[in-house]
């Protein structure tokens, strides 16, 4: 990769309009942008992170661009309960459906869905699926599916972090107490406990993305010492470095911080050690070999 023009931009400037009485015109509160040239980069890189819940650890090794030292990541698992269906009505009125969840706002949480003499149990089941489908609770905690008979809810990530282009869904532990117990008019079958169809495995670590010791081109990083990083929290949660030196406590909740070597603020520090959860976090590195 050919590098020129390596620079950093900072600034941070404000245009006001001033309200007193005769007064017009705006004001510019903070200085103009900086340009710090940085001639001798010819390494850059940069490197994105999804940290799930948990508060797990990234390490990134500045000068490789190697982040094997990071949490391992776990992609988690979706829960699913399923509840059957069965028996032909033989009166119209309502079946009863009890969703229960921990957590869930008015669980256990009862929903009455008319239904007529002579609907089948794959009938009456797809007027419950209509029901639950249509339920605000239900529907933000669950994608309800299912045909024929079957009944079936979907727990739907705890939370998606997403950088804009990449997506990372968070899933949550298996809930012991989610079922869906069925009741209704004559003929229809009483059930009072569901099946967990697939256990819920909650997602867990960093995910890492472009590469690890590549560039974007996935040519290997040489071994090379930090001009200047760019740190980006894109997420809510804040993340503090934690590597020792002069890095030790830095906060980057919910904005983005630079640090350079000519300022001596990176003199000494090789690697980068942040905890973090439930955000995701991009570092950009300009260097020299």
Request: proline content about 3%; glycine content about 12%.
């Amino acid at each position: 990769m050919n590098l020129s023009n390596s620079r950093a931009i900072i600034g941070l400037t404000s245009k006001a309009t001033p309200t007193s009485t005769a007064v017009n015109g705006t004001v510019q509160i903070g200085d103009n942008s900086q340009t710090i040239s940085l001639p001798d980069v010819n390494v850059a890189y940069s490197v994105r992170a999804f940290f799930a819940a948990g508060a797990p650890t990234f390490a990134l090794a500045l000068t490789t661009g190697h982040s094997t030292g990071s949490t391992a990541f776990v992609t988690g698992v979706a829960q699913v309960e399923t509840a059957t269906a069965a028996g032909t009505a033989s009166a119209s009125g309502d079946v009863t459906v009890t969703v229960t969840s921990a957590g869930m706002t008015g669980s256990p949480l009862a929903i009455t869905v008319p239904i007529l003499n002579g609907d089948t149990a794959a009938t009456w089941a797809g007027k419950v699926r209509t029901a639950l489908a249509a339920n605000a609770t239900i529907a933000a905690r669950f994608t309800v599916s299912g045909a024929t008979t079957a009944i079936i809810l979907t727990r739907k990530p705890g939370q998606v972090l997403t950088d804009g282009v990449n997506t990372v869904n968070l899933f949550v532990a298996t809930d012991a107490t989610l079922n869906i117990a069925l009741a209704g008019p004559a003929g229809v079958t009483a059930a009072a406990t569901s099946a967990n169809t697939t256990a819920g495995t909650a997602t867990s670590g960093v995910y890492v993305l472009d590469g690890n010791g590549e560039d974007f081109e996935g040519v290997a990083i040489p071994t090379c010492v930090p001009n200047g990083v760019l740190f980006v929290n894109g997420g809510t949660s804040a993340l503090t470095a934690a590597g020792g030196g002069t890095l030790a406590g830095l906060d980057i909740e919910g904005g983005s911080s630079i640090l350079f070597a000519g300022g001596n603020v990176l003199t000494g520090e090789t690697a980068l050690n942040i905890v973090g959860s439930s955000t995701f976090l991009t570092v950009t590195v300009l260097a020299n070999a």
